[in-house]
């Protein structure tokens, strides 16, 4: 599993009962992994690829220490995003976006 993971409502795997399960076998509509040292980002880029192949719609790989972030999407060339730049989500909600500026802002320190 990535290490963020978010599901459209309607996608939560549920109980008979109707709880929400304790464990989710589907993939995320958004898989997002970040990188940490000793990671290889081609790794995580072979993981967003494999996720977006196997049914999830967006995959995010987040680079600190580039301030990048990696858009991967089904059929769709890798796009590269940074500061000022937004990532729309309209797949998974329409008019939902990421502002790219906003998640590195808690790196920024005064």
């Not at 399960?21 to 081609?42: H, K, M, N, Y």
């Not at 972030?69 to 729309?88: C, E, F, H, L």
């Not at 309209?90 to 790196?107: H, M, Q, S, Y």
Request: charged share 25%; aromatic share 8%.
């Amino acid at each position: 599993m990535p290490d963020v993971s978010l599901y459209c409502w309607d996608r939560i795997p549920r109980t008979a009962s109707g709880r929400i399960a304790s464990r989710f076998l589907l993939l995320p509509d958004v898989a997002i992994e970040i990188w940490s040292p000793g990671q290889s980002i081609r790794e995580l880029a072979e993981k967003c690829e494999w996720f977006v192949a196997n049914g999830s719609r967006v995959a995010l790989l987040i680079d600190h220490r580039r301030e990048t972030i990696r858009v991967y999407r089904p059929n769709t060339p890798v796009a590269i995003r940074r500061r000022g730049d937004t990532i729309s989500l309209d797949e998974i909600a329409p008019g939902a976006a990421l502002d790219v500026a906003a998640i590195f802002a808690a790196l920024d320190v005064d």
